[in-house]
Nanobody, 123 residues
Framework: VQLVESGGGLVQPGDSLRLSCAAS????????MGWFRQAPGKEREFVAA????????RYDDSVKGRFTISRDKVKNTVYLQMNSLEPEDTAVYYCAARRGLGSFSSVFEVDYWGQGTQVTVSS
């Protein structure tokens, strides 16, 4: 089972990025998926999650109104649209998946992790 992130990079404050996470080795159509991030010297923190059907989404307060999570079950892919990026959003972003129909917001609830993609927001 693999989760492969892409779309990270170096952008300026106020810019946008879209992260993608392609899953392989297993279908995640009946699982929750989401994103975490980890800045240097800090713990990995929850960013956003989406349930198996896409009908329920949750966000950390720090990204509400700026980030949008979505999924394409046919492509077995989850996305994170990030708008109005701030320097505080700089981190390695990790794709995550949890088996089952429920959602998640804790690292302890995650069953699968991607390898991470770097997002740097700097002027």
């Amino acid at each position: 089972v693999q989760l492969v992130e892409s779309g990270g990079g170096l952008v300026q404050p106020g810019d946008s990025l879209r992260l993608s996470c392609a899953a392989s080795g297993r279908t995640f159509s009946r699982d929750a998926m989401g994103w975490f991030r980890q800045a240097p010297g800090k713990e990995r923190e929850f960013v956003a999650a989406i349930n198996w059907s896409g009908s329920s989404k949750r966000y950390d307060d720090s990204v509400k109104g700026r980030f949008t999570i979505s999924r394409d079950k046919v492509k077995n892919t989850v996305y994170l649209q990030m708008n109005s990026l701030e320097p505080e959003d700089t981190a390695v972003y990790y794709c995550a998946a949890r088996r089952g129909l429920g959602s998640f917001s804790s690292v302890f609830e995650v069953d699968y992790w991607g390898q991470g993609t770097q997002v740097t927001v700097s002027s």
